[in-house]
C-alpha cells in the first residue's frame, strides 16, 4: 500500500487552464511551425487540422480518465489501473524522455530570443536552474507565475498579429506555395506529428491531478478550454505566416513570427515579438518541469524509478527531489543537444504516451464514461500513424530509449524478485 505523503490542492479550473494554455501556446508557436512547413509546405494547414483532432481525441481520453483516476501521475496511472504494470510504465517513461526533451527544448528556444551570440546555452541552463527553484516553492507559486507569462505571451502575439495585417497587410503570393498537397500526405501526416508536440500541453493538468480541487469537474473542463483556445491561435498563426513569408520562408527559419513582423509595415513591433517568444518559451518550461516531477513522483512511488525521488517537501508540499533529478538531466541535454530534433524525439515519446491513454480510456465502464468510444478508437489508431509517419533520427533514437527503459524494468524485477 502507497503510503506517501499527498500533494495539496490548491488549483482551480482558471489556474489549471493557465498551466496547461501556457504548456502549449509557449511550445507551438515558436518552435514547431518550422519544422512542419519543411515536411509539407503549405500542407501544414491540413497537418494542423490532423494533429487538432489527434489532440482533441487524446484530450477527451485524458479528461475521462483524469475524473476516475484524480491523483498525480497522468498516463502513467491510468495505464496500472486500466491496463496493467506494464502498459502504465511505457507511458510513464514515454512521457518523461518526450517531456525532457521538450523542456529542453524550451530553454533553448527561450536563449536563442534572449541571449547574446555565444551564450545560448549557459543562459539555457540557468533558466532552467530558475524555474525548477520557482516550482521547488510550491505548486500555487507556479500558477502565480504562469498566470503573468500567459497573458504576456498573448498581449506579444497580438502586437504580431496585427503588424503583420496592419496597414497594408502581407499580398498572398506564395500563401500556398505549390500547393496544399505538394508534398504528399506523408509529409502532410509528418508535420501533423511534428505540430502535435505543440498541443500536448494539456497533459500538464492530468498529471497535476492532485493538486486540483474538485477534479472530476474541474479537470475535464479545464483541459477543454485550454485546448479550444489554443486551437484557435494556432489557426490565426499558421495563416498568418502563411501569407507573409510562405512556406518556404517560414521553412527556412527558425524565427518565423519575428521574421513575418519584418516583412510587414510595422517592423518596430519585432522586439516585442522575441520577447514574446522569449516569455512563452518560459511559461512552457515552467509547466513542464511542474508535470515532469509528478510523473516521475507517480512512478517512483510504484518502484517504477528509484523509490527515493517520491519524496515530498514537508513544508511546499512538491517532489523535490524529482524535479531537482529533472532540472540537472535538463541541463545535460541542453549541453550537447540541438534544438531542431528535439521537437520530434519530443513528439515520439509523447505520441505513444497518449496510445496508452486511448486505449486505457476506451476500457473504462459505462458509469465512468463522458465520451463516445470512437474517439478513443481514433485516438489511438491515429497516434500510431504519426508515429510511423515522425522523421525516421527521431524514431530511431525514440526507439532506442524505449529498449533502455524496458531493459531497466526487467533487471528491476529481477533484482526484487
Known amino acids: 500500500m502507497n503510503t506517501s505523503p499527498a500533494l495539496a490542492r490548491r488549483l482551480g479550473t482558471f489556474d489549471a487552464s493557465l498551466i496547461g494554455l501556457g504548456s502549449m501556446i509557449g511550445a507551438g508557436v515558436f518552435a514547431a511551425f518550422t519544422p512542419a512547413a519543411a515536411a509539407a509546405g503549405s500542407g501544414l494547414l491540413i497537418g494542423l487540422v490532423v494533429a487538432a483532432f489527434v489532440a482533441f481525441c487524446n484530450a477527451t481520453s485524458s479528461a475521462q480518465l483524469a475524473a476516475r483516476y484524480p491523483t498525480s501521475g497522468g498516463t502513467y496511472v491510468y495505464g496500472r489501473e486500466r491496463l496493467g504494470a506494464w502498459a ?4 510513464g517513461w514515454g512521457f518523461i524522455i518526450g517531456k525532457t526533451a521538450s523542456a529542453a527544448a524550451m530553454a533553448m528556444t527561450f536563449a536563442a530570443y534572449a541571449a547574446p551570440q555565444g551564450w545560448e546555452r549557459p543562459v539555457a541552463i540557468a533558466a532552467v536552474v530558475l524555474l525548477t527553484a520557482v516550482n521547488y516553492h510550491g505548486v500555487t507559486r507556479t ?33 500556398l506555395g505549390e500547393g496544399l498537397l505538394a508534398e504528399g500526405w506523408y509529409g502532410i501526416l509528418q508535420s501533423a506529428g511534428l505540430l502535435f508536440f505543440a498541443f500536448a500541453g494539456y497533459a500538464r493538468i492530468a498529471t497535476m491531478g492532485e493538486e486540483v480541487r474538485e477534479p472530476q469537474r474541474t479537470i475535464p473542463r479545464a483541459i477543454g478550454i485550454a485546448l479550444g483556445i489554443t486551437i484557435l491561435i494556432y489557426a490565426v498563426i499558421a495563416v498568418t505566416l502563411l501569407a507573409a513569408l510562405g512556406p518556404q520562408g517560414v521553412a527556412g527559419t527558425p524565427t518565423p513570427l519575428a521574421d513575418a513582423v519584418v516583412a510587414g509595415t510595422l517592423a518596430w513591433a519585432e522586439p516585442v515579438v522575441r520577447i514574446g517568444a522569449a516569455v512563452a518559451s518560459l511559461g512552457a518550461l515552467l509547466a513542464l518541469v511542474a508535470g515532469l516531477g509528478r510523473t516521475s513522483l507517480a512512478m517512483a512511488r510504484e518502484h517504477d524509478l528509484p523509490h527515493w525521488l517520491s519524496a515530498v517537501h514537508p513544508k511546499y508540499k512538491v517532489p523535490h527531489r524529482a524535479e531537482v533529478t529533472l532540472a540537472v538531466v535538463i541541463c545535460l541535454i541542453i549541453a550537447v543537444a540541438d534544438l531542431r530534433s528535439a521537437i520530434g524525439f519530443s513528439s515520439f515519446g509523447v505520441l ?10 476506451y476500457t473504462q465502464p459505462r458509469e465512468d464514461r463522458r465520451y463516445p468510444k470512437f474517439l478513443q478508437v481514433a485516438g489511438a489508431i491515429a497516434c500510431v500513424v504519426l508515429v510511423a509517419t515522425l522523421p525516421p533520427l527521431s524514431v530511431g533514437l525514440g526507439v532506442l530509449m524505449f529498449v533502455v527503459g524496458i531493459a531497466y524494468r526487467l533487471i528491476r524485477l529481477r533484482v526484487r524478485r
Open 88 to 91: 502504465g510504465f511505457l507511458a
Open 143 to 175: 500558477a502565480g507565475l504562469t498566470r503573468v507569462l500567459v497573458i504576456a505571451v498573448l498581449a506579444a502575439l497580438a502586437i504580431a498579429v496585427t503588424a503583420v495585417w496592419g496597414g497594408s497587410g502581407p499580398d498572398f503570393g506564395d500563401f
Open 352 to 361: 505513444l504516451y497518449y496510445l496508452v491513454a486511448n486505449v486505457a480510456a
